[in-house]
């Protein structure tokens, strides 16, 4: 099953208002998660690394008043679009580091659709 | 700044063929990651290659990782239709292990039957 969940998978908001989507990850604590952001046929972008307890690290050109990173918890972090505009539609996917022995290793959420209307 | 190269970006392939997708890297890494993804749907986790030389398999599909020629090549072996999908190459900024992935453009994966 799967140990970072993202919710909600699918959201539709009208322009000018927030969403927020949630990264939890399931049976590890995560101090550092990662957003991205998949426009359709391309490639993930790296929007931000979100450090718990801690300001997230934005990426070159990613607003990040617009983009609010929350990371409360050892095992949730959180992404608000706020201000939503049809331009901000796009797929948003999460990961989590969870550290082990043996080395790191990374885990994808399964993604959460935005449409802005 | 890393910059990661696939090609092709696009690949349609018969059934029972071989093919070769290459990943490029500008700059030395620790690690390179293997993803495919079908539409609609998140990342699901391929290949994990740590040093030069690394060859990792499963199923009808190899990738391996030359850290000199900063290139990764994932392999298809007798090609089948379930393994129609975008295929990703990632990189790891070179940050102490840091999971800061760079991804390549991706390969679009279309297998005729």
């Known amino acids: 099953g799967a140990v970072v969940s993202q919710h909600p998978s699918r959201v539709i908001c009208k322009s000018g208002t927030s969403v927020k989507i949630e990264c939890r990850s399931l049976?590890?604590?995560?101090?550092?998660m990662f957003w991205y952001r998949q426009f359709p046929k391309q490639s993930l972008m790296l929007m931000a690394t979100s450090n718990e307890g801690s300001k997230a690290t934005y990426e070159q050109g990613v607003e990040k008043d617009k983009f609010l990173i929350n990371h409360a918890s050892l095992t949730l972090s959180t992404l608000t679009v706020t201000s939503a505009h049809p331009e901000d539609s796009s797929f948003y996917i999460c990961?989590?580091?969870?550290?082990?022995?043996?080395?790191?290793?990374?885990?994808f959420g399964e993604g959460s659709w935005l449409t802005v209307v | 700044e890393l910059k990661v190269e696939q090609n092709p970006l696009f690949l349609s392939m018969q059934e029972g063929k071989n093919y070769t997708i290459y990943c490029n890297y500008s700059?030395?890494?620790?690690?390179l990651y293997w993803y495919r993804q079908d539409p609609g749907k998140s990342l699901e986790s391929l290949f994990v290659l740590l040093s030069n030389g690394a060859v990792k398999q499963e199923g009808r599909l190899m990738a391996s990782l030359d850290t000199k020629a900063r290139l990764s090549t994932l392999h298809i072996t007798a090609a089948v239709h379930d393994l129609s999908a975008t295929y990703f190459c990632?990189?790891?900024?070179?940050?102490?292990?840091?999971?800061?992935?760079?991804f390549g453009t991706g390969t679009r994966l279309t297998i005729i039957p």
């Open positions: 990632a990189v790891d900024k070179p940050n102490f292990g840091n999971e800061k992935l760079t």
């Open positions: 990961s989590a580091r969870r550290r082990g022995l043996s080395g790191n290793t990374i885990y």
């Open positions: 700059t030395t890494s620790d690690r």
């Open positions: 049976d590890f604590q995560a101090t550092t």
